[in-house]
Nanobody, 117 residues
Framework: QVQLVESGGGLVQAGGSLRLSCAAS??????????MNWYRQAPGKQREFVAT???????NYVDSVKGRFTISRDNAKNTVYLQMNSLKPEDTAVYYC?????????WGQGTQVTVSS
């Protein structure tokens, strides 16, 4: 089992910034070998991919956050981050950390991000 715990969400005004963290624990053979992802789910919408970082540090983002969000990782802390700048009301959602280990997807409990206009 792998446990993922997100933190760092909150209420922020449009144009503001937040940094989300996701700490991994449990049956982790090697965190630095794991690809880590962020997803989000807005009210009434399907969960969508936001960003990913590979074990080698290669990143990719959904078009709507490119240039505003940055995903990074600290392998010594088994933690992945999502720095969110220039936030918009449409970024309001529950943000989830995710990874795939073997054939199993693991998800955190989510952290709420609310951006007021």
């Amino acid at each position: 089992q792998v446990q993922l715990v997100e933190s760092g969400g909150g209420l922020v005004q449009a144009g503001g910034s937040l940094r989300l963290s996701c700490a991994a624990s449990g049956n982790i053979f090697s965190f630095n070998g794991m690809n880590m992802n962020w997803y989000r789910q807005a009210p009434g919408k399907q969960r969508e991919f936001v960003a990913t970082i590979s074990s080698g540090g290669i990143t990719n983002y959904v078009d709507s956050v490119k240039g505003r969000f940055t995903i990074s990782r600290d392998n010594a802390k088994n933690t992945v981050y999502l720095q969110m700048n220039s936030l918009k009301p449409e970024d309001t959602a529950v943000y989830y950390c995710n990874t795939l280990v073997g054939w199993s997807h693991y998800w955190g409990q989510g952290t709420q991000v609310t951006v007021s206009s």
